[in-house]
């Protein structure tokens, strides 16, 4: 297929289905060695990353652990609002190896925050993973410890993503045609 409709919007292939595959493999054989010998707590922000760590958990063989927690900055649109709300449903995690799971660092406004809340409880570490990071779009310098591809500063839709709200369940990434932006 060479463009989707999603909403109101056209969109052309980006990543397949082996190409998201063979990221996710990547950073799940890292994480697997690097937390060897540990137990790790997964933090999974919602809604978007709610596909990307069920496939990446399921390639983790390390004890591990599973909170979720809702995070919205784009509202609607295509842009991040600069706005985040992280809501209050976080657990414990002092002591706990935490590692952060995002479908994507825009800004990075999310993640900041995120990790200023978290340090508050005293964890015994904190790290990120992603699968997109748009590096020409960060705010501040941040540190990812994972990231499964660094892209430019298109709008991707699909695996968790969506436009609108729409897009989450197609099951490779598709970006919005140039003609549309
Ligand atoms: C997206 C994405 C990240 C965040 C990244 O979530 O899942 O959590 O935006 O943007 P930032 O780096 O500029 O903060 P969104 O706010 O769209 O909510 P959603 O996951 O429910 O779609």
Do not use: C
């Not at 004890?63 to 449903?89: I, K, N, Q």
């Not at 964890?123 to 992603?130: D, H, I, K, L, Y």
Request: proline content about 3%.
């Amino acid at each position: 297929m060479n463009s989707i409709r999603v909403h109101d919007r056209t969109f052309k292939p980006y990543l397949s289905k082996t190409e998201i595959d063979d990221l996710v493999n990547t950073i799940a054989r890292r994480i697997n060695k690097d937390f060897a010998g540990k137990e790790l707590t997964v933090l999974v922000v919602l809604k978007g990353a709610f596909i990307f760590a069920a496939d990446l958990v399921r390639r983790i063989d390390i004890p591990v652990t599973v909170e979720v927690l809702r995070a919205s900055s784009y509202g609607s649109g295509m842009t991040s609002s600069g706005t985040v709300v992280v809501d209050d449903s976080l657990v414990d995690v002092g002591e706990r190896h935490i590692m952060i799971i995002e479908d994507i660092i825009d800004t990075g406004t999310t993640l900041v925050q995120l990790i200023k809340q978290l340090g508050g409880m005293n964890p015994a570490s904190v790290t990120v993973t992603a699968l997109l990071s748009k590096p020409s779009k960060h705010h501040q310098e941040l540190n990812v410890d994972y990231v499964g591809k660094e892209i430019p500063a298109d709008f991707v839709v699909g695996y968790g993503m969506d436009y609108a709200g729409y897009g989450r369940n197609l099951d490779s990434i598709w970006v919005v045609s140039e003609d549309e932006e």
